[in-house]
């Protein structure tokens, strides 16, 4: 009885080592492969901000904003226009309604550019075209609220004169073109020419 005792316990023993052995033969043989299945943390995704731009179309890159000139003399419609920034004395004076008949047109540079704020004045032929250096419109003399001391100092302007543009001024209302200002009595067309590049016709 006892022997048989010892043989099953013996037999039991030899089973456990065979069923230990295969368990470890095959855990080495699944380890790895677990291990390669094993997933990788993610990397760590850093979201760059990116700014949007603001870019301009080419219409708004290319705009430009139109400049006001103003035109005189001898011209059908005197006045002040707005023209684009590529446009030429020739543009203006067809909006001014052309050069009338008098017009000298050998003073006139027709193919000139122009700039914001220039002074187109035409001359008439038989005007004598003054020598004095063009103003800038920071130095000319504003003929709608300049006083009567300061038109008496322009040249060929004295005090009854200058009393007389004012007087006419306060009758009749602003002066908007050269020959607004030849209508006061003793301003004539030579004065003018002399007179224009010394005025700005300030509304």
Not at 26 to 37: D, E, G, H, L, S
Not at 38 to 59: G, K, M, N
Request: net charge negative; proline share 6%; hydrophobic share 50%.
């Amino acid at each position: 009885m006892t022997a048989t005792i010892t043989k099953q316990i013996a037999l039991w023993a030899a089973w456990g080592c065979i069923a230990l052995g295969g368990m470890l033969i095959m855990w080495q043989i699944v380890a790895p492969a677990n291990t390669a299945a094993t997933p990788l943390e993610p990397p760590i995704q850093v979201a760059l901000e990116v700014t949007d731009l603001q870019t301009e179309s080419p219409a708004t890159a290319t705009a430009v904003a139109d400049v006001v000139v103003y035109i005189s003399g001898a011209v059908n419609k005197p006045g002040v226009y707005k023209v684009a920034p590529t446009a030429r004395v020739a543009d203006v004076v067809v909006l001014a309604g052309g050069l009338r008949a008098d017009a000298d047109y050998a003073a006139v540079n027709l193919a000139a550019h122009i700039s914001d704020a220039a002074h187109i004045q035409v001359q008439s032929i038989g005007v004598a075209t003054t020598s004095a250096p063009e103003q800038s419109a920071s130095t000319t003399l504003a003929i709608n609220s300049a006083s009567a001391e300061e038109l008496a100092a322009l040249p060929g302007i004295g005090p009854a004169l200058a009393a007389r543009i004012v007087e006419y001024r306060t009758a009749h209302g602003a002066f908007a073109t050269m020959d607004d200002l030849g209508a006061v009595p003793g301003i004539g067309a030579a004065m003018q020419a002399k007179l224009a590049p010394l005025l700005r016709f300030d509304s």
